[in-house]
């Protein structure tokens, strides 16, 4: 009997690999095409004949454990202990399950915001737990009161996504205020706040769960070296905990990973030395006007973007198949792929919606937008 009866293949490998196969654009899974930068291609090479290829300390190598608190504290104010609050991860994904698997037991309740990344649920019906899904409102902001009335005694974990995906949405400061007016009745929830796409804002930063001192003693808050250095393929990310609750994910994470690799440990911390991730948004800001300029003349109605790589589109004045049929056909016909938003969430909702991740050079996003305005 399998564990997972209805998890299949992830809407990222799936219209990648269709992609792949009809040679389209890949506009769909998200990661960057364009190079990674040259100094840290350097740093790797240089390490590469250095002394870094065995076990480092479990929780991270020291010297990067010192400068993610230097850049938290930098980036947020909060100051956080480099030995007890810190843990390197093999990505966010390893992250998140690991934090799950650590904090939640057998019939608690978790409560997912959907639309919501696909790695939330897996792991939590591996604690034979429920995810308890909660559609965010139209407009993609919270509806806090069907939150509240969704909490309960059996609710230990509400996860948020800042900024989100697929929606690029940031939470408002009244968010915030609402959020941790229902958290204050009930003192036994723990927040897992995925914020990899921290230094991808545009006209505002996010707020980060960093800076909300009510949140910080049952905060996880999961951040992505991946996603901020261009390097999704290295899968290295860190989270923050308090100690009380980091103490038990490392319990956890020692059997799963041990020690991330050691090379990108250390090629990330020298890297740190040389860029500030203050510079991120921009290259980004640059790309969504550009790529939303490039498709202004098409049929496609563009959502607004205010963080993350990704654009959500609709394409009701084309066309009025479901969401996954018209993302095949867009394949198929003209060559651009790209993810349909029902598959986040828990019963295929569908608005008629698509993203596509603009983390690409001009040059794609020129052809790509070449095709897409012809439909
Ligand atoms: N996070 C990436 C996205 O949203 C997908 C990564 C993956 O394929 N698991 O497109």
């Known amino acids: 009997m399998s564990k997972l009866p209805n998890v299949g293949t992830s809407i990222f490998t799936t219209m990648s690999k269709m992609a792949t196969e009809y040679k389209a654009i890949n506009l769909s899974q998200g990661f960057p095409n364009f190079p990674v930068d040259e100094r840290l291609i350097n740093i790797v090479a240089k390490l590469a004949k250095e002394n870094v290829h065995q076990y480092l300390p479990m929780a991270g190598y020291p010297p990067l454990l010192t400068k993610i608190a230097l850049i938290t504290k930098k980036s947020y104010g909060r100051i956080i202990h480099p030995e007890t609050e810190i843990l390197v991860t093999a990505g966010a994904t390893q992250g998140i399950f690991t934090a799950i698997q650590a904090l939640i037991d057998t019939n608690d309740e978790v409560i997912i915001l959907d639309p919501s990344y696909d790695c939330y649920e897996a792991p939590i019906l591996l604690c034979n737990a429920n995810p308890v899904r909660v559609s965010l409102n139209d407009d993609y902001t919270p509806d806090w009161e069907k939150i509240e009335k969704s909490c309960s005694s059996r609710t230990k974990m509400i996860i948020i996504n800042n900024p989100h ?178 598959t986040f969430y828990e019963n295929n909702k569908d608005h008629h919606l698509i993203r596509f991740c603009f983390a690409k050079d001009n040059a794609t996003l020129e052809e790509a937008a070449k095709r897409l305005c012809k439909i």
């Open 165 to 342: 995906n697929p929606t690029g949405k940031i939470l408002s400061e009244s968010d915030f205020e609402a959020f941790e007016s229902i958290l204050e009745k009930y003192p036994k929830i723990i927040v897992l706040s995925d914020e990899v796409y921290e230094y991808i804002t545009f006209e505002e930063k996010h707020i980060a769960a960093h800076t909300r001192e009510k949140l910080l003693n049952r905060s996880v808050i999961i951040s992505s070296f991946g996603k901020s250095f261009h390097v999704t393929g290295w899968k290295i990310g860190y989270l923050i905990a308090p100690e009380h609750l980091m103490k038990e994910i490392k319990k956890v994470h020692q059997f799963l990973v041990f020690s991330v690799n050691s090379i990108c440990q250390v090629a990330i911390s020298e890297y740190l030395e040389l860029v500030t991730v203050q510079e991120i948004s921009q290259l980004y800001m640059d790309k969504r006007n550009y790529f939303r300029h490039l498709l202004k003349e098409s049929r496609f109605e563009l959502l607004p973007c205010e963080g993350t790589y990704f654009q959500v589109a609709s394409y009701t004045s084309i066309s009025n198949e479901n969401d996954v049929d018209f993302c095949k056909r867009l394949i198929m016909e003209h060559g651009v792929a790209a993810i349909p938003i029902s």
